[in-house]
């Protein structure tokens, strides 16, 4: 029998609601998280129940490395900075993640509970933060020699690098690329320059090569996600107008390159906004991640594609321990929220440093918030995934050992169906 120390230590996510019976259209499915270890990368599989409760099943090496440093007081909790760095193909057969320290993409099949690596090419860049697939074509950013590259996607998830498709951002290396996407036609590709202000949309032709990138600027300041409802470009703004406050602004993408901005940088009530997802049980919905904040926001979006704060005050919900979010998820039958989450940094929360905080709890930096979400499209916290408040152990000087049972500091995207 597991003792109650062990069992308070770590908190499997919960329903809370084991006796109810289920909707016939609610079913199980699986949440990814990748690990972006710079000793060895690899995805962590969740398997969910029709409640929405996660079990943890296998963790599966991509091959590649990633550049967590996951225990150096010294770096963030959010190495990548970006949105798309672990995504899945449009027939969710396949996952494919960034290598960032390798500088490479892995495609990995998808075989019930398992997964398995297929694939493992270099981007021709360094640093790949970001992926965004239409058909057979994946596209990789990346961040440290601003640049995008493309790669042709075989029947058996194989990646192929395609021929002259390898394109400088218009920031260069300055740019500080936070996502890139195709447009739902897959005709143009989108990119967040977060450093320079600027968005880049490059054409692509027949044969997947994208061309040169016209240049747009952002309507707010440090433009990060690029996503799509309808044919909507929505782009969170990490400062928002008034340069205090998360922001977010939508788009009219023109066949010549050019954005016409619809709504621009509509404020929140939160801190760093950057994630989003777009809900499917209400699809004029999108939820928002406010990382500084630790909070859950949305915004509601008219039949023209201009937004407005949802609710009136944006705030909906709080991650776990009210730590900062990253990447967010929603499941395949619109009913889970889940969010990946970074705990408290050890830099104010460990005595030997000069930055502690008298007072501050140690916590893993990595878990998993989730939220049930309703039909009115508000968001129910169920428990999450995680490990409990627990002193670091000491490895070497300024390096802490990762608390057992818990997810890697530094890890990053998620994926759920």
């Known amino acids: ?73 010294e770096d963030t909790s959010d190495p990548l900075v970006s949105q798309g760095s672990l995504i899945a193909g449009e027939d969710q057969r396949f996952l494919f993640g960034v290598d960032s320290g390798s500088n490479e993409v892995s495609s990995l ?81 989108i990119v967040t320059e977060r450093q320079t202000n600027v968005i880049d949309v490059f054409p692509v032709d027949a044969y997947g090569r994208a061309g040169e990138p016209v240049r747009n600027q952002s309507n707010g300041l440090a433009p990060f996600t690029a996503t799509f409802h309808g044919d909507v470009l929505m782009v969170a ?33 939160e801190l760093t906004t950057c994630w989003t997802a777009n809900s499917t049980l209400d699809p004029s919905v999108v939820y928002v991640a406010n990382a500084q904040s630790g909070s859950i926001g949305g915004f509601r979006v008219d039949e023209q594609g201009a937004i407005s704060l949802f609710p009136a005050d944006g705030h909906l919900a709080v991650t776990r321990n009210s730590h900062a979010t990253q990447d967010m998820a929603i499941t395949n039958d619109g009913l889970y929220l889940y969010v990946l989450t970074a705990g408290i940094d050890e830099k104010v929360a460990d005595p030997r440093l000069p930055t502690y905080v008298e007072g501050t709890p140690y916590c893993d930096k990595m878990s998993i ?19 409990a408040d627990d002193p670091p152990r000491v490895t070497s000087p300024g390096v802490l050992a990762p608390s057992a ?12 169906f």
């Open 1 to 73: 029998m597991q003792s109650n120390e062990t069992a308070d230590a770590v908190t499997e996510l919960g329903s809370g609601h084991p006796g109810d019976n289920p909707p016939p259209a609610r079913r199980g499915g699986f949440v990814y998280v990748m690990s972006n270890q710079e000793t060895g990368n690899s995805v962590t599989v969740f398997a969910r129940d029709v409640y929405g409760n996660l079990t943890r099943k296998g963790t599966y090496p991509t091959g590649g490395l990633g550049v967590g440093r996951s225990y150096d007081l």
């Open 109 to 189: 099949a998808i075989e019930g509970e398992r997964l398995r690596l297929v694939s493992r090419v270099a981007t021709g860049g360094v640093r790949p933060v970001s992926l965004t697939v239409h058909g057979n074509l994946l596209y990789a950013v990346n961040a440290t020699d601003g640049s995008i590259s493309g790669f042709h996607i075989g029947d058996d998830g194989s990646l192929t690098p395609v021929d002259g498709s390898r394109r400088s951002l218009i920031g260069g290396a300055a740019a500080g690329p936070s996502q890139i996407q195709f447009t739902p036609d897959g005709t143009q590709l």
């Open 237 to 269: 703004e990490i400062i928002g107008a008034p340069g205090f406050f998360g922001s977010m602004s939508t788009y009219r993408v023109n066949r010549d390159g050019t954005l016409q901005v619809i709504s621009g940088s509509v404020t929140t009530t």
């Open 369 to 387: 918030s989730a939220y049930r979400i309703e039909a009115n499209a508000g968001l129910t916290t169920l428990k999450g995934f995680g490990v």
């Open 405 to 416: 049972g818990g997810l890697a500091p530094g890890s990053e995207g998620i994926v759920a």
